[in-house]
């Protein structure tokens, strides 16, 4: 069975056609349909259900597609554990999350691109928590508090925060001096749960505003627009607060630290690729200290 065909098929499975697929792997529709004929053929079995609308799977497809997925993942950790040095070759699929990763993951990914010129990097940039395995990830960047899951982690870096308000909001309605006076103050949510550090004690405050949003970057605009206080990482605030269109509030109560991580799906044999880009990764970390906080 020919490794080419059941990477196509995957391919096809997870984009949901012949064409996102062909996309994907930088080849013809009618490659990628001889290859999925071929390997129908191989098997003697129906595997997609081909529609004007794309490809959807057959109830055999569903089943293969699991067994297709994890043997080409075992097939290139095989080719890394026997050529451990020189260039990676294949894809790497990362998703990559949209708040921090366009400014402070997107320089990494492009360093390795550079290193390896026959590697294919595909980064998804979303603030949404993908499901690594079901998605087809070789690995996710996760900024904070990680999820319960049988995930294998590697932390890569650590993350500091600041609560932080405009000067203009400051001077209308002041800014709290302990977690109990936000309640007298609009926040912008982006997290249900705001923590703040009292020594070794860890207060939990629950925000209360009209601005919500899942990204970090529209929240601290909308703290420069003087529509609340924020609760943010470094790595988001640093350019406002260095023009001064934002400044820390609360200092005696800080934000405990976040670690950052480089999740793959479990394996006992980390694939090349998803551990250089982790050491590419720390890297970074060490030479933006400043950017993310560390060491302070």
């Not at 990830?137 to 319960?148: E, K, Y």
């Not at 890569?156 to 001077?171: E, F, H, M, N």
């Not at 470094?234 to 406002?240: A, I, L, N, Q």
Request: with cysteine.
């Amino acid at each position: 069975m020919n490794i080419e065909d059941l990477q196509t098929f995957v391919e096809v499975a997870d984009a949901g056609g012949v064409s996102p697929a062909a996309r994907r792997l930088g080849i013809s529709k009618s490659m990628v349909s001889r290859r999925l004929i071929r390997l129908e053929a191989e098997l003697g079995i129906q595997l997609l259900a081909r529609t004007t609308r794309g490809a959807g799977l057959t109830e055999a497809g569903v089943t293969f597609r699991e067994y297709a997925a994890r043997t080409c993942a075992e097939i290139d950790i095989a080719r890394e554990t026997i050529l451990p040095s020189g260039d990676l070759r294949g894809r790497l699929r990362v998703a990559v999350p949209l708040t921090s990763g366009p400014v402070h993951a997107a320089p990494v990914l492009a360093e390795m691109a550079r290193l390896h010129p026959q590697l294919q990097i595909h980064a998804d940039y979303s603030d949404r928590f993908v499901d690594l395995i079901a998605d087809g990830f070789d690995c996710a960047i996760r900024v904070g508090v990680l999820r319960d899951s049988n995930l294998i982690a590697r932390r890569v870096g650590q993350i500091y925060g600041k609560l932080v308000a405009s000067p203009d909001y400051i001077r209308t309605h002041g800014s709290p001096d302990t977690p109990d006076e936000i309640a007298a103050h609009q926040a912008l949510i982006g997290a249900e749960t705001w923590r703040f550090m009292d020594g070794e004690k860890t207060i939990t405050v629950q925000p209360q505003g009209r601005f919500r949003s899942d990204n970090g970057a529209a929240l601290a605009s909308a703290a420069a627009a003087s529509l609340g206080i924020a609760w943010l990482p470094d790595c988001v605030t640093h350019e406002y607060i260095a023009t001064g269109a934002l400044v820390p509030i609360m200092p005696r109560y800080p934000l405990p630290v976040g670690g950052v991580h480089v999740l793959r799906p479990p394996s006992p044999h980390p694939a090349r690729k998803v551990r250089i880009l982790s050491e590419l990764l720390i890297e970074s970390f060490e030479k933006n200290r400043d950017l993310w906080g560390v060491g302070r």
